[in-house]
C-alpha cells in the first residue's frame, strides 16, 4: 500500500525566507505525485504536479518541486515566501488505477 | 465549465439525524472521491467511486456511513444517526478517467461541505 510522510508539521517563517518542505512515499512501482495547497478556510487547490519528465517542476506562485527517485522523495521549495503563502500543504501520490493518498499536511505561517 | 460542486456548504445536525451530502464532478470526469478533514488535522481518505461501482472504501467508517454514484445525479455521502464526532468539513474530488501516463490524472476539489453536529 501507498503512504505519504511529510517531515514537518508545523513551518513558520518571515516573508522572503527560502522554503522547502519535504515529502517522501512509500510505493515500489510508477508514481504520479502532487502539491495541493489549502489556503485558510478554502478547498484545496493543486499547486504543481509530476508524472514524468524533467524531475524539477514548476507550479504556480513560484512553488516549485524535485522528484528524487532514489530517494522516494518529492520535495516543495520557494525561493522566498511572502505572507500570502501561508496555508496549508498537502503532498499526494496516486498510481495507476489507485487511488490518491495524501500526506499529513504541513502548517507554514509566514511572519509578515 | 463548472468545477466541482458541493452543496449543501454548511449543514446543521442534531445526534440521531441523518446527514445527506452531495457532490457533483467536473464535467468528463468519471471519478468522485470522499474525504474528510477534522479541525487540526489533515485529510483523510473516505471512498472513491466510479459510475455505479464502488472502487475503495476502506477509509470509510463500517457502520453509519456509506456513499453512492449513481449512473445519473450527484455522488452522495450519508451518515445515518449523526454524533458530534462526526463534525467536520467533507470534501469531494474528480478526476477524469485513469489512463497511464496521461498527464491528466488530476483531483479537482469541491469547496467542501461543512458538517456540525448538535
Known amino acids: 500500500a501507498q503512504s505519504v510522510s511529510q517531515h514537518n508539521h508545523h513551518v513558520i517563517l518571515s516573508e522572503a525566507a527560502s522554503l522547502e518542505l519535504g515529502c517522501n512515499y512509500s510505493?515500489?512501482?510508477?508514481?504520479?505525485l502532487f502539491w495541493y495547497v489549502q489556503y485558510p478556510g478554502q478547498h484545496l487547490q493543486l499547486l504543481l504536479k509530476y508524472f514524468s519528465g524533467d524531475p524539477l517542476v514548476k507550479g504556480i506562485k513560484g512553488f516549485e518541486a524535485e522528484f528524487i527517485k532514489s530517494k522516494f522523495s518529492f520535495n516543495l521549495r520557494k525561493p522566498s515566501v511572502q505572507w500570502s503563502d501561508t496555508a496549508e500543504y498537502f503532498c499526494?501520490?496516486?498510481?495507476?488505477?489507485?487511488?490518491?493518498?495524501f500526506g499529513p499536511g504541513t502548517r507554514l505561517s509566514v511572519l509578515p | 465549465n463548472a468545477g466541482v460542486m458541493q452543496n449543501p456548504r454548511h449543514l446543521v445536525r442534531r445526534r440521531g439525524q441523518e446527514a445527506r451530502l452531495r457532490c457533483s464532478p467536473m464535467k468528463g470526469h468519471s471519478h468522485v472521491y470522499w474525504y474528510r478533514q477534522l479541525p487540526e488535522e489533515g485529510l483523510k481518505f473516505m471512498v472513491y467511486?466510479?459510475?455505479?461501482?464502488?472502487?475503495?472504501e476502506s477509509g470509510m467508517p463500517k457502520e453509519r456511513f456509506s456513499a453512492e454514484f449513481p449512473k445519473e445525479g450527484p455522488s452522495i455521502l450519508r451518515i445515518q444517526q449523526v454524533v458530534r464526532g462526526d463534525s467536520a468539513a467533507y470534501f469531494c474530488a474528480s478526476s477524469p478517467p485513469d489512463r497511464p501516463f496521461s498527464g491528466a490524472n488530476v483531483l479537482t476539489f469541491g469547496a467542501g461541505s461543512r458538517l456540525t453536529v448538535l
Open positions: 510505493y515500489g512501482g510508477t508514481v504520479n
Open positions: 499526494a501520490v496516486n498510481a495507476y488505477g489507485q487511488n490518491f493518498v
Open positions: 467511486l466510479q459510475k455505479e461501482n464502488i472502487i475503495d
